[in-house]
């Protein structure tokens, strides 16, 4: 896919430069992000160059707006700027960049007629974060072991439990989230693009937000998610890409098969051992003997209480967890 170019252009040039560089590093979304601090150079550049998407200050007249080559145009509006027609898109600037570019990208897959959003990449791997044991501390290690390696690579974290408060965790009011990605992936409307409109980050962490509510999870089959995942894998910049799974029953197996490494948290009480080995079992006499290779159990320290929910996830970095899980990916 040949490069695709988003222009900026604010009356702050500060503002655009900062915009453009934040993106650019992030390297979120299929399109090169170039800022531009004055008109007459937008112009030229456009004239050579093909530019897919225009962020432009809303105050900027409409005569010199149509003398800029640009497929679709999106204003940037400080809140009170009126737009001339109701066919305009606009979005209000003075939000992170992370908000302005779910906006952009949902614009983009709701008005796109090319649809050709593959990104060729090498895949990423795929880390799942699975037991039959409870209160194992899996989402604590998932979040803690996404949050060192998004420090080095570009992470992806999914969360397919029915209710994993990660909203109230992390203190941030999501619009959408797998709920969203699985119905576009059920239409067949499902690419890095759309993708990209549903990322959020936590710190270097990126993540689509759980499903909205329990039943969600139930329109989706356990090898559609292993589909989906897949296809996130090899069409996307994600470097790593790790699954913390819920109850998926027999079927998580399905989902287990396309993860390169599989971590167990185990407790070492009669009920919990007893269900690791009823699930080798089932790994046994369901063909998946090959799996337990994969499968590295895991005993997690249990860590002293911190205090306030708001800053959970912080301190997991630096309590016993956090320790654990350093040494853990040195290895």
Same mark, same amino acid.
Request: proline share 2%; net charge negative; with cysteine.
């Given at each position: 896919?040949?490069?695709?170019?988003?222009?900026?252009?604010?009356?702050?040039?500060?503002?655009? /430069?900062?915009?453009?560089?934040?993106?650019?590093?992030?390297?979120?979304?299929?399109? @090169?992000?170039?800022?531009?601090?004055?008109?007459?150079?937008? $112009? +030229?550049?456009?004239?050579?160059?093909?530019?897919?998407?225009?962020?432009?200050?809303?105050?900027?007249?409409?005569?010199?707006?149509?003398?800029?080559?640009?497929?679709?145009?999106?204003?940037? #509006?400080?809140?009170?700027?009126?737009?001339?027609?109701?066919? =305009?898109?606009?979005?209000?600037?003075?939000?992170?960049?992370?908000?302005?570019?779910?906006?952009?990208? =949902?614009?983009?897959?709701? @008005?796109?007629?090319?649809?050709?959003?593959?990104?060729?990449? %090498? %895949?990423? &791997?795929?880390?799942?974060?699975? @037991?039959?044991?409870?209160?194992?501390?899996?989402? @604590?290690?998932?979040?803690?072991?996404?949050?060192?390696?998004? &420090?080095?690579?570009?992470?992806?974290?999914?969360?397919?439990?029915?209710?994993?408060?990660?909203?109230?965790?992390?203190?941030?009011?999501?619009?959408?989230?797998?709920?969203?990605?699985?119905?576009?992936?059920?239409?067949?409307?499902?690419?890095?693009?759309?993708?990209? +409109?549903?990322?959020? #980050?936590?710190?270097? !962490?990126?993540?689509? *937000? *759980?499903? &909205?509510? *329990? /039943?969600? !999870?139930?329109?989706? #089959?356990?090898?559609?998610?292993? /589909?989906?995942?897949?296809?996130?894998?090899?069409?996307?910049?994600? =470097?790593?890409?790790?699954?913390?799974?819920?109850?998926?029953?027999?079927?998580?197996?399905?989902?287990?098969?396309?993860?390169?490494?599989?971590?167990?948290?185990?407790? /070492?009480?009669?009920?919990?051992?007893?269900?690791?080995?009823?699930?080798?079992?089932?790994?046994?006499?369901?063909?998946?003997?090959?799996?337990? +290779? &994969?499968?590295? $159990?895991?005993?997690? *320290?249990?860590?002293?209480?911190?205090?306030?929910?708001?800053?959970?996830?912080?301190? !997991?970095?630096?309590?016993? !967890?956090?320790?654990?899980?350093?040494?853990?990916?040195?290895?």
């Amino acid at each position: 896919m040949a490069d695709r170019v988003m222009a900026v252009y604010d009356a702050d040039p500060l503002y655009a /430069e900062r915009f453009a560089d934040f993106v650019n590093k992030r390297g979120q979304i299929p399109f @090169s992000i170039i800022a531009f601090t004055e008109l007459e150079k937008l $112009k +030229s550049y456009g004239e050579v160059h093909m530019i897919e998407l225009l962020l432009i200050h809303g105050k900027v007249s409409r005569e010199e707006i149509a003398g800029i080559r640009a497929l679709q145009v999106i204003f940037l #509006t400080e809140g009170k700027d009126v737009l001339y027609e109701e066919s =305009e898109k606009s979005i209000y600037k003075f939000q992170s960049a992370e908000a302005i570019i779910r906006e952009v990208m =949902e614009y983009f897959c709701s @008005s796109a007629q090319d649809k050709d959003t593959t990104i060729i990449s %090498k %895949k990423g &791997r795929v880390i799942g974060v699975y @037991s039959p044991v409870n209160r194992c501390l899996k989402t @604590s290690f998932s979040l803690t072991m996404g949050q060192l390696l998004s &420090r080095d690579l570009k992470v992806l974290y999914l969360n397919f439990e029915d209710c994993s408060g990660l909203g109230k965790l992390i203190g941030e009011e999501h619009k959408q989230g797998l709920s969203d990605l699985f119905y576009y992936y059920s239409q067949e409307n499902y690419n890095w693009v759309r993708l990209a +409109s549903l990322i959020y #980050t936590w710190g270097e !962490l990126d993540y689509v *937000p *759980p499903v &909205r509510y *329990p /039943e969600d !999870l139930e329109q989706i #089959t356990a090898l559609e998610v292993s /589909e989906l995942v897949g296809h996130i894998a090899k069409e996307s910049t994600y =470097e790593a890409i790790i699954l913390d799974l819920g109850q998926f029953g027999k079927g998580a197996v399905q989902v287990l098969e396309i993860c390169d490494v599989v971590y167990m948290p185990i407790i /070492e009480d009669c009920v919990s051992e007893a269900k690791v080995e009823e699930f080798e079992t089932y790994l046994s006499v369901s063909g998946h003997e090959s799996m337990k +290779s &994969r499968i590295q $159990k895991i005993k997690l *320290p249990y860590h002293h209480s911190f205090g306030k929910s708001t800053s959970y996830l912080e301190q !997991l970095l630096w309590g016993e !967890l956090g320790d654990y899980t350093r040494q853990l990916l040195r290895k």
